[in-house]
């Protein structure tokens, strides 16, 4: 395969589905993963997921992922907003970045509408549902294949 892929989810991503469907829709993480990895095999890539909802869990496979991994797409839920710790991480292993978030978070609380993830990634995609993973994994294999 040409390249890889690390999704990673932070705190409360596992609820998808059963959290405020009305915010962030019906499915799963697993099935959102599923057509990931559908849609990155379909493009030759591979593709992995974590989810966590410990800081310091999610530090530490941002620092496994140097040297094997190609592209970091992170939804860092709530951590997004102000884990110092998780924006060190991704600027110390120096993987591209693609960040995303199923609402708009500008369009809500002012507390959202800062990211401490944005000024370190490549690009972001937000607003979109579960579709703002699936335009990234689209985005993150562009950026491989070049
Ligand atoms: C979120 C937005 C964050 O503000 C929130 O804390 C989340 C999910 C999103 O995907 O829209 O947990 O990252």
Redesign the pocket.
């Known amino acids: 395969m040409a390249g890889h892929i690390l999704v990673i989810n ?4 596992n609820l998808l589905g059963v959290r405020e469907p009305g ?2 829709g019906e499915k799963n993480l697993e099935s959102i993963n599923q057509e990931l990895k559908e849609l990155s095999e379909q493009k030759d890539i591979q593709i992995e997921f974590f989810q966590s909802n410990h800081e310091g869990d999610i530090v530490d496979r941002i620092q496994a992922a140097l040297g094997n991994i190609n592209v970091i797409i992170i ?4 951590f ?2 102000y884990s110092i710790a998780i924006h060190d991480a991704l600027k110390a292993v120096n993987i591209p970045v693609i960040e ?4 708009n ?1 500008y369009a ?1 609380e002012p507390f ?1 509408h800062h990211s401490v993830i944005s000024p370190l990634a490549s690009g972001g995609i ?1 607003g979109f549902g579960p579709l ?1 993973y699936k335009l990234a994994v689209i985005a993150a294999c562009e950026l491989i294949t070049g």
């Open positions: 932070g705190p409360n991503l915010i962030y939804n860092a839920g709530a997004s907003h995303v978030h199923l609402s978070i809500r959202r937000f703002s």
